[in-house]
């Protein structure tokens, strides 16, 4: 047992009533508790310790029924209450009065049905250790496993083990000692070698009548029971009653949450793979029973499951086409559809359509556009235009073409339109078709049209009980708000998917993926580049073989460039969005390859026209905006084609596009590209010496920043020209308190980091700054530098207070972007 979880229940026992009861099914290590508890009362207060157990019980079954009325000052241990004679113990413990004898009792048993304990309990006269209380903290399974448990197998083995104290001391031994790994093992090899198994086989099952027995074996093969599809299969209209009953008298082991059921999972394993049930029907029967009754109540996940267990995952191929590949993903979400593939065979995918079509959005959701594409192409050769799948088939084309981020046809919305029609009756259908229209919508800046999809996508998403399409509508509305620069209803909406993904849907990695690119651009944009760097992480660097749509792609890959210059500086910056360019194109994403090439050239114009030379390689080519573009595309390309005329000496061809697209922004709505048009129009005034222009822009541009909150841009974009200029509008008149506001803390960013330059840092933090450089722990630095950890970590605090970071990574990159002097020229 976990060291800490056994000594905070010997000084709960300790503290408690005269009479404490401890009931909890076996293993939760009941007698050692007790035994030990006694022995700290009776070195505390100088009591004698009678012990009772089954070999006392045997010999006299009110023994400790009689030592109990003795009213003598002891403690006294009853272990296995079961055994002795229940109603005469009963009768004692309510007749005892240990406040006025001293006397104290600790009793365990395995079924709280065995006492009368709802009557003391209401007397206040015992204390009662349920399993709830028994049971191992999730913090205590994670300290005895690093204790005792190889890195690698640890989340197995805590997977097994659970709140249980005998699995969690049995499996950790059996870790302990054997050789190599759980790869090569089951779970069940997993329980039977480390005798876990045979403690359920002696302790646990021979509790159970053969129907009980029989009622948790059904129980055992599906993911969560519950009365409803255990007392819907034939022949077993009372494995629900007798459930729930268990639940009560082994909960510890049952548990039970909103009307369904859950098994300790070892104990699940041993049943559903090495317990028999008695009920005249062969396994495989029943298991296909259960599969259908799952399909029937829409649980289609456990339903593979058990047809491949009974070894008839033909079925599968039923279940997918009773439900349909798309109404399947809408619905009940991406982890269903992958579990019905990865429980069919080969032979199954091949004689289904519906499974192909299953496996191309596998594919799609999991970022092999390339392979996505092929199975498409030759799915729609083998169905035709007139298969009844023929219209799901042009939805999943479309739905390609968003995730591939190919160019769609011009005439895509209206055919989404016309599907819709004749899906009027279908919720689950029109609710997808609905978000499809609101995100094209949304890449072409029709943000009026995009949020009336989303209305309607959310009400049909109601109405067909689609939680799952719910949770990418707030990232859908995320993205909108991120356009118009609306962060702080963008983070609200990201705040509600996140909530949603955790509480149902947390196995779905391609969800929080997503999610992490959101919040990557809504971190950047507020400048928390701590948190933006931790969002990448989850985002940018699982791509391009992650779920992802245009959208997405763009709010990751803008953020990771950033902070690669930020952090690594300009040139392994533009090395790095070369590398990704050919992961793009080989994973069949030559669209979104080309737009990351046309942020590449946008950074590179920037850090030229701030002094730094940067050379690209020469097929960095800006794309032409074709009529289907994104907002994003056209943003990118006209920033970097400004970029362009300026170092041709085309000046008046780059105003000329500037002035067009912040006209054109401002009238679709469109803040975040309008303040970045702004920006780049004021960083090229400034370098012309075009004073008046450069004000009217930056003017512009702290309306947007005031108002959105988007600040982070302005110290990427503007260049060394910015400071004096921000400065002389912190005095402008016609600034309102919001805006004053704003520039005041444009202003103070800009002195905190002139404080460096400056010389406000001491030569002590720029040593330890330059040694932060080459990495270390607080120990090693300690090392080098001669001083105590304590002194190491004095001076980090005070180096990010005045550099205004929030971590070692974020003060080495900021350190490298200043001028300091030349004690700190390692660092630049």
Wanted: proline share 2%; net charge neutral.
């Amino acid at each position: 047992m976990a060291e800490g979880h056994h000594d905070r229940l010997v000084d709960r026992i300790v503290a408690g009533r005269g009479i404490v009861v401890l009931c909890a099914p076996p293993g939760f290590h009941k007698s050692r508790l007790a035994q030990a508890a006694a022995q700290k009362i009776a070195a505390n207060g100088g009591h004698s310790i009678r012990l009772y157990g089954l070999l006392e019980h045997s010999a006299d079954p009110r023994a400790a029924a009689n030592a109990v009325l003795a009213d003598t000052r002891q403690v006294i241990v009853i272990d296995d209450a079961d055994a002795a004679d229940g109603r005469w113990l009963a009768l004692a413990l309510e007749r005892a009065n240990p406040s006025k004898s001293g006397q104290r009792v600790i009793v365990s048993l395995n079924q709280a049905s065995d006492f009368p304990l709802s009557r003391m309990d209401a007397r206040h006269v015992i204390d009662i250790l349920d399993a709830n209380a028994l049971r191992l903290r999730p913090q205590e399974i994670a300290e005895a496993t690093r204790a005792m448990v190889p890195t690698k197998n640890r989340g197995r083995i805590r997977d097994l083990a659970g709140g249980w104290p005998v699995a969690l001391d049995l499996l950790c031994a059996w870790s302990a000692t054997t050789q190599g790994h759980c790869e090569g093992l089951s779970d069940l090899d997993i329980v039977r070698e480390s005798r876990l198994g045979d403690f359920i086989a002696q302790d646990v099952l021979p509790m159970l009548a053969p129907e009980e027995r029989t009622a948790l074996v059904h129980a055992s093969m599906l993911d969560t029971a519950d009365t409803d599809i255990l007392s819907g299969i034939a022949g077993q209209r009372d494995d629900g009653r007798i459930i729930a009953e268990l639940a009560f008298r082994l909960r510890g082991l049952v548990d039970r949450h909103d009307g369904q059921f859950l098994l300790q999972r070892a104990l699940r394993i041993w049943l559903r793979d090495a317990v028999e049930a008695f009920d005249g029907r062969s396994r495989a029967d029943i298991l296909v029973a259960m599969a259908d009754r799952c399909s029937e109540k829409g649980r289609l996940g456990e339903a593979a499951v058990l047809a491949r267990m009974a070894g008839d995952s033909g079925r599968i191929r039923t279940y997918a086409r009773a439900h349909g590949a798309l109404r399947i993903w809408i619905v009940h979400g991406f982890s269903v559809l992958k579990r019905l593939l990865d429980n069919s065979s080969a032979d199954d995918i091949a004689d289904s359509a519906v499974l192909k079509m299953i496996e191309c959005i596998v594919h799609l959701k999991s970022g092999h556009i390339h392979v996505a594409q092929e199975l498409f192409e030759t799915l729609a050769r083998d169905v035709g235009t007139t298969h009844p799948l023929s219209t799901d088939l042009e939805i999943v084309r479309v739905t390609l073409l968003v995730y591939g981020c190919s160019l769609e046809r011009t005439d895509d919305l209206e055919l989404l339109k016309r599907i819709t029609d004749e899906q009027a009756d279908d919720a689950a259908m029109r609710t997808f078709l609905a978000t499809l229209s609101a995100i094209l919508n949304c890449q072409r800046a029709r943000f009026d049209t995009a949020i009336a999809n989303l209305i309607d996508a959310r009400a049909q998403a109601e109405k067909a009980a689609s939680r799952y399409n719910l949770m990418f509508l707030q990232m859908h509305e995320a993205s909108i708000n991120l356009a118009q620069g609306k962060l702080k209803q963008a983070r609200t909406c990201v705040t509600d998917a996140r909530r949603r993904w955790q509480q149902e849907f947390a196995h779905d990695v391609g969800v929080e993926t997503v999610i992490a690119a959101l919040n990557a651009s809504i971190e950047f944009e507020s400048g928390q580049l701590s948190s933006a760097r931790n969002s990448l992480r989850k985002s940018a660097n699982r791509m391009p073989e992650a779920e992802a749509w245009f959208d997405i792609y763009f709010a990751a890959y803008e953020v990771m460039i950033r902070i690669n210059i930020v952090d690594h500086g300009i040139g392994p910056a533009m090395a790095a969005v070369e590398d990704e360019t050919r992961k793009l194109r080989a994973q069949g994403l030559p669209r979104v390859s080309d737009l990351i090439v046309a942020l590449g050239l946008c950074a590179a114009g920037e850090a030229r026209l701030h002094g730094t030379d940067v050379p690209t390689p020469a097929h960095w080519t800006i794309p032409q905006a074709g009529p289907t573009a994104s907002w994003q595309e056209h943003e990118v390309f006209t920033i970097a084609r400004a970029y362009a005329c300026y170092f041709d000496r085309n000046i008046a061809e780059a105003w000329s596009l500037l002035d067009a697209a912040i006209l054109g922004a401002e009238a679709q709505g469109l803040q975040r590209s309008r303040l970045r048009y702004l920006l780049v129009m004021f960083a090229l005034a400034s370098a012309e010496g075009e004073a008046g222009r450069a004000k009217v822009a930056l003017r512009a541009a702290v309306v947007i920043g005031a108002a959105s909150g988007m600040r982070q841009i302005f110290r990427e974009i503007a260049g060394r020209r910015f400071a004096p200029m921000i400065r002389a509008l912190k005095d402008d008149d016609s600034l309102t308190e919001a805006e004053s506001g704003f520039v005041a803390m444009l202003v103070n960013r800009l002195q905190e980091r002139e404080s460096i330059a400056s010389g406000k840092l001491s030569r002590r933090e720029i040593e330890v700054l330059r040694t932060l450089e080459a990495g270390g722990s607080d120990k090693q630095l300690a090392r080098h530098l001669g001083l105590s950890e304590h002194g190491i970590r004095f001076h980090l605090k005070n180096i990010f207070k005045k550099m205004g970071v929030h971590d070692r990574a974020s003060a080495v990159a900021a350190a490298r972007k200043l001028d300091l002097d030349a004690d700190t020229s390692s660092l630049r």
